[in-house]
């Protein structure tokens, strides 16, 4: 567990051609560009135009990535897997996953990214089924396109008001990417309700007896659907969850150890320090302390 919470935040490692010469890249950021809680939005929107062959590499992405290429071809390999992305074929990659590309041809190529993040992105991805790499194939990408710039423009002005407006966007963005990709892609609707209501209830118990009270469900239905979708149960999942926002608050935020215990729904503050030294190897203030010393 602590390892995903490092990949998280830690900076992955990356490498990359040395011809940067004959690039021109447009991009567009939200804030300074680090990681808010938020339940999504979209981080980074780039427009580049190279004119030379170009590689790069990384061991994993932070964010989810939407590539587009109105112009060129690009290889990507993920997953063990080999892509031409081009034209209406555009690809997706969700965070933590490993990935390359190269130049097919003689550049030039423009390439279209963006960039998403949020505390709640997981967990929309598993909905729209959208959890695992892949090229999707367009009908015409003028809708496309027409997203991309619309969130270009929007992050040109950036208040709290504007941000829901580029939350929504993207949104429509993730739900109009679903729909290319088939009615049945998404996972079963009550599962996704009980797994939404985990991730935003921490203050409430997460255990079958409970799940199934509150959504007139057995519990036994509960534990099936968490143990073929995720193959944890409702009370790890809700563990996880909690880790994980404990550690978007420690980083990103200047609250006490005992306010994020309160936030999270923990008893006291030393229980939550337990559980997070149990799964991280650290306490909450030395996770703190070593996450803000590697961002120096």
């Known amino acids: 567990m602590s390892g995903s919470a490092d990949m998280f935040w830690r900076r992955p490692k990356q490498s990359y051609s040395p011809e940067a010469e004959d690039v021109t890249v447009l991009q567009r950021t939200w804030g300074s560009g680090r990681m808010i809680l938020a339940p999504l939005y979209p981080h980074t929107v780039e427009l580049a135009y190279r004119r030379s062959r170009h590689w790069y590499t990384t061991e994993y992405s932070r964010h989810l990535l939407i ?60 909905t729209l089924g959208m959890a695992q790499p892949g090229i999707i194939d367009l009908p015409e990408t003028e809708t496309l396109e027409k997203y991309f710039m619309d969130l270009y423009g929007l992050l040109e ?56 009270r509150e959504f007139n469900v057995s519990p036994r239905t509960i534990s099936r659907m968490f143990n073929a979708c995720l193959h944890t149960t409702p009370a790890k999942y809700r563990r996880e969850c909690r880790f994980r926002a404990a550690c978007e608050l420690l980083a990103s935020t200047e609250l006490s150890v005992k306010e994020i215990a309160d936030r999270l729904g923990y008893c006291s503050q030393f229980h939550f320090s337990r559980e997070f030294s149990r799964q991280s190897g650290l306490s909450p203030r030395a996770w703190r302390a070593r996450r803000r010393a590697a961002d120096r």
Do not use: M, W
């Not at 939350?167 to 309700?193: I, K, M, Q, T, W």
């Open 67 to 126: 590539v587009y290429l109105p112009e060129g071809k690009l290889r990507y390999r993920f997953d063990n897997r080999s892509a031409v992305v081009t034209g209406r074929r555009i690809l997706v990659i969700p965070p933590g996953k490993a990935f390359h590309f190269e130049t097919v041809a003689a550049a030039p190529y423009r390439k279209y990214v963006l960039f998403v993040s949020g505390v709640n992105l997981p967990g929309i991805l598993e």
């Open 157 to 212: 002005v950036q208040t709290p008001e504007r941000l829901s407006v580029l939350a929504g966007r993207c949104l429509e963005l993730l739900h109009y990417l679903a729909g290319v990709l088939g009615p049945d892609n998404s996972s079963p609707l009550l599962f996704n309700v009980i797994k939404n209501h985990i991730e935003s209830n921490f203050s409430r118990g997460s255990g079958v007896e409970e799940l199934g």
